[in-house]
Structure formats: C-alpha cells, structure tokens
C-alpha cells in the first residue's frame, strides 16, 4: 500500500490567482494522478503526473490552467491557475503501486472567493 | 452514456441487514474492478479489488463482477454503524498505467 499526504487541507482563495497543491507518497511509486471531486460528481481525473517529462491531461482539462510537476517517484505538485468560482472542489492526488492498486490522498478542498 | 453508471442512493438500512451496491459499465475492455469507501472529508479508501469476472470476498465483504452483463456488485453483510460511508465503484483498462474511471459513489447510512 501507499500513504499519502497532500498540503494544503484546505484553502480560500481569491478569484484570479494561483494554488499549488504538494502530494508526498511514503513510498516509491509507479504512477501519479490527479482528479477533482465536486459535489454530487464522479471524481474526474485531470491528469497523469509523468516523472521526468510533461503530465497527460485528460479532455477538458490544459496545461496553462492545471500546470503539474513530478520531480521524482514520490512528490507531484498540481497548481490551480487564475482561479475563478468554478474550480472551487476537492483536489485529490493517486499515487499507483504495482499495476492496478491505486490509493488517494486525504484530498485539498479549494474555495476560490 | 456515461462509461460507469451508480446510483447515488441514499441508501439507509438498520444495523445487521445486508447490504447490496451495484455499477453498471459500458466499455467491455475494462478488466480491474475496485471498490473504495470513502467517508465525510476523507479520501477515497481501497476496499476491495477483483480482476476479471469472479467473485471475492473479504471479511463481511463481498465482490462481484459479471463481465457479461458488464455489471459489478459489493455486498456487505451484518452491517454497521460504520460502515457508513460513500462508496464507489471504479474500473481500468488492462494496460499498466492507466488510471481508474469512478461511479458517482452511492452514500450509505446504517442506523443503529
């Protein structure tokens, strides 16, 4: 299994401006992922947190508005970029071990103002 | 249509009754099938994992997965108080990497 934390738990923000949420794993491993979960919604996967090169965005989701880094086999970071109301969510990162288990971090819930 | 179909109840039961959660899916490729419960301001929590058709069964636990009506199904028996939670259903394709496709997530309450 995989522990994993993120920080912030939890953040106000103001329209217009950027959050980088941080997901740590206490171990090595093979796949990194992000998703958002809003209210009453499935949790939708924004991208693929590729270690060494660019991330995997899903349909809907860009670059310039979710940039992501994987630095190493243990950390990713996500930023939320010129926030507006609609990003307000729960950011939850993944973190893969093996080929199929897959385990969440306690998530970061966003208010954008 | 959506890929994975849950209904988002709520489902209230009392204390020790059985409990049945069920997804339908779309996409016959998927081949892993989980299981997470997550509660209030948690994340998502790993139950149970099944790979193809089958069944398993952990503790109070059970999984099901008949890939030929591409419909999944967690049963919990003797349930508890806590067991109240949201759960949801989640699939993958076959290939290493890629990533879960979750259900709405169906929310339990068990009153004791």
């Known amino acids: 299994s995989a522990v994993i934390s993120q920080k912030p738990s939890r953040d106000i923000c103001q329209r217009g401006t950027s959050l980088t949420i941080q997901c740590q794993v206490d171990s090595q491993v093979t796949m990194m992922f992000w998703y958002r979960q809003q209210p009453g919604q499935s949790l939708t996967l924004i991208a693929t947190a590729n270690q060494g090169s660019e991330a995997t965005y899903e349909s809907g989701f860009v670059i310039d508005k979710f940039p992501i880094s994987r630095p190493n086999l243990t950390f990713s970071t996500l930023t939320v970029s010129n926030m507006s109301p609609e990003d307000s969510s729960i950011y939850l990162c993944?973190?893969?071990?093996?080929?199929?288990?897959?385990?969440f971090g306690p998530g970061t819930r966003l208010t954008v103002t | 249509q959506k890929e994975v179909e849950q209904d988002p109840g709520p489902l209230s039961v009392p204390e020790g009754a059985i409990v049945s959660l069920n997804c339908t899916y779309s996409n016959s490729a998927f081949q892993y099938f989980m299981w997470y419960r997550q509660y209030s301001r948690k994340g998502p929590e790993l139950l149970m994992y099944?790979?193809?058709?089958g069944n398993k069964e952990d503790g109070r636990f059970t999984a099901q997965v008949d890939k030929s009506s591409k419909y999944i199904s967690l049963f919990i028996r003797d349930s508890q108080p806590s067991d109240s939670a949201t759960y949801l259903c989640?699939?993958?394709?076959?290939?290493?990497?890629?990533?879960?496709?979750f259900g709405k997530g169906t929310t339990l309450s068990v009153s004791s």
């Open positions: 099944t790979y193809s058709s």
């Open positions: 989640a699939m993958k394709l076959g290939q290493a990497g890629t990533a879960l496709i």
């Open positions: 993944s973190a893969m071990t093996g080929s199929y288990e897959q385990y």
